[in-house]
């Protein structure tokens, strides 16, 4: 049955949320709970990914500037999402608005069956009209099972959530040509209709000290939202009602569009692409390349030039083309040692090669265990 409600999700960053004076910004929280209210009028569900546990937690616990050693980290993780919880419970519940909380972890979704316990869970939440606010669980987490970035847990969430917009709210106003506080030729870019290498060289670093992503995690976001054919938005977060307008179609900041006619991705595939963090990586030739790409191919040890990282069977690779661009993302079919071996090989040398016998008539990565980036 078709759904009566569309689903916009909202990741903001720890810039955006806290002030240069370090005070949490509760006049953003208000007017994001305004917006809510608004967009709901509209037959919009907001879901929210909000950064900022670490940095409202920080000065409450007297540091002077953000910690750097893991249990301090984690500490002013535990005492910020409490107030930043708080926060957003009192600006929505004023305007009879409910908020819920849900903190992840890799290891919370890198497990299949416990990632589709967090797509019903956010599904659920949305369709009885609650406002998730969801953020990775920085109180537990360790480099292991971190998403590193909530660039990254927004893509994830709006793909959990079947997402019709996806929109970051930073301290740029969108994607430009280059880093417009480094060059000031920079170029702005209101339309990506593709990811490439050159879109992908144009992304600079984070400019602040409260956040910990910068313009290519979003990027790489953008680009795998693109593959699963959910539309995206970088822009301001000082941008006055940016929802509703990006809800009543005027274009703000730059949007990234996916394919026309692209066939719906798998769930399967996609939680491949999002799941859990990579455990290396593979890099292919040309031929193999445009198999993946143009033919959707499996990928065959053949085609191999180099292989990174020390993974095992079943683990997430990164697939690259030779200039080194991600052009997809699988599960490897064999450990690190073994494609090693491999790589380059033809099937026949394979199988007579006995250390390698199990690979036999086995590709590295199989089409079905295999989603090929926009």
């Given at each position: 049955?078709?759904?009566?409600?569309?689903?916009?999700?909202?990741?903001?960053?720890?810039?955006?949320?806290?002030?240069?004076?370090?005070?949490?910004?509760?006049?953003?929280?208000?007017?994001?709970?305004?917006?809510?209210?608004?967009?709901?009028?509209?037959?919009?569900?907001?879901?929210?990914?909000?950064?900022?546990?670490?940095?409202?937690?920080?000065?409450?616990?007297?540091?002077?500037?953000?910690?750097?050693?893991?249990?301090?980290?984690?500490?002013?993780?535990?005492?910020?999402?409490?107030?930043?919880?708080?926060?957003?419970?009192?600006?929505?519940?004023?305007?009879?608005?409910?908020?819920?909380?849900?903190?992840?972890?890799?290891?919370?979704?890198?497990?299949?069956?416990?990632?589709?316990?967090?797509?019903?869970?956010?599904?659920?939440?949305?369709?009885?009209?609650?406002?998730?606010?969801?953020?990775?669980?920085?109180?537990?987490?360790?480099?292991?099972?971190?998403?590193?970035?909530?660039?990254?847990?927004?893509?994830?969430?709006?793909?959990?959530?079947?997402?019709?917009?996806?929109?970051?709210?930073?301290?740029?106003?969108?994607?430009?040509?280059?880093?417009?506080?480094?060059?000031?030729?920079?170029?702005?870019?209101?339309?990506?209709?593709?990811?490439?290498?050159?879109?992908?060289?144009?992304?600079?670093?984070?400019?602040?000290?409260?956040?910990?992503?910068?313009?290519?995690?979003?990027?790489?976001?953008?680009?795998?939202?693109?593959?699963?054919?959910?539309?995206?938005?970088?822009?301001?977060?000082?941008?006055?009602?940016?929802?509703?307008?990006?809800?009543?179609?005027?274009?703000?900041?730059?949007?990234?569009?996916?394919?026309?006619?692209?066939?719906?991705?798998?769930?399967?595939?996609?939680?491949?692409?999002?799941?859990?963090?990579?455990?290396?990586?593979?890099?292919?030739?040309?031929?193999?390349?445009?198999?993946?790409v143009r033919r959707g191919s499996s990928l065959l040890p053949v085609g191999i030039t180099g292989v990174e990282g020390d993974f095992a069977a079943g683990d997430t690779l990164d697939v690259r083309d030779p200039s080194g661009l991600v052009i997809a993302r699988g599960l490897a079919q064999a450990g690190s040692d073994e494609?090693?071996?491999?790589?380059?090989?033809?099937?026949?040398?394979?199988?007579?090669?006995?250390?390698?016998?199990?690979?036999?008539?086995?590709?590295?990565?199989?089409?079905?265990?295999?989603?090929?980036?926009?």
């Amino acid at each position: 049955m078709a759904r009566s409600y569309k689903t916009i999700v909202v990741k903001i960053g720890s810039s955006t949320l806290v002030g240069k004076d370090r005070a949490l910004c509760r006049d953003f929280i208000a007017g994001l709970a305004n917006q809510a209210a608004r967009l709901a009028e509209r037959g919009w569900r907001l879901v929210v990914v909000s950064s900022g546990a670490i940095a409202c937690g920080a000065p409450v616990l007297g540091f002077d500037a953000r910690p750097t050693d893991m249990p301090s980290l984690q500490a002013c993780a535990s005492v910020g999402q409490c107030v930043l919880s708080a926060a957003y419970d009192e600006e929505f519940r004023a305007l009879d608005m409910l908020t819920s909380l849900v903190l992840l972890t890799r290891h919370d979704t890198a497990r299949r069956n416990s990632y589709l316990h967090a797509r019903d869970t956010l599904t659920r939440l949305v369709e009885l009209g609650v406002v998730p606010i969801v953020n990775e669980n920085d109180t537990v987490t360790v480099d292991e099972i971190r998403f590193g970035d909530n660039d990254t847990l927004a893509a994830l969430v709006s793909c959990l959530v079947s997402a019709d917009l996806c929109v970051t709210l930073s301290d740029i106003d969108g994607l430009y040509t280059a880093n417009p506080m480094e060059d000031p030729t920079a170029r702005f870019i209101p339309r990506v209709e593709k990811i490439d290498g050159a879109i992908i060289a144009s992304a600079g670093d984070s400019s602040t000290s409260v956040g910990t992503g910068g313009m290519i995690t979003k990027i790489r976001a953008s680009r795998i939202l693109m593959t699963a054919g959910i539309a995206s938005v970088i822009c301001s977060g000082a941008e006055p009602d940016a929802l509703v307008r990006l809800a009543d179609g005027e274009p703000v900041g730059t949007l990234f569009v996916p394919p026309a006619g692209r066939c719906e991705i798998a769930p399967r595939k996609l939680w491949i692409a999002l799941g859990d963090a990579t455990h290396g990586s593979v890099t292919v030739d040309t031929g193999a390349a445009d198999a993946l790409v143009r033919r959707g191919s499996s990928l065959l040890p053949v085609g191999i030039t180099g292989v990174e990282g020390d993974f095992a069977a079943g683990d997430t690779l990164d697939v690259r083309d030779p200039s080194g661009l991600v052009i997809a993302r699988g599960l490897a079919q064999a450990g690190s040692d073994e494609l090693k071996l491999a790589a380059g090989r033809h099937q026949d040398e394979i199988a007579a090669n006995r250390l390698l016998a199990a690979l036999a008539g086995k590709p590295a990565i199989h089409r079905d265990e295999l989603i090929v980036f926009a």
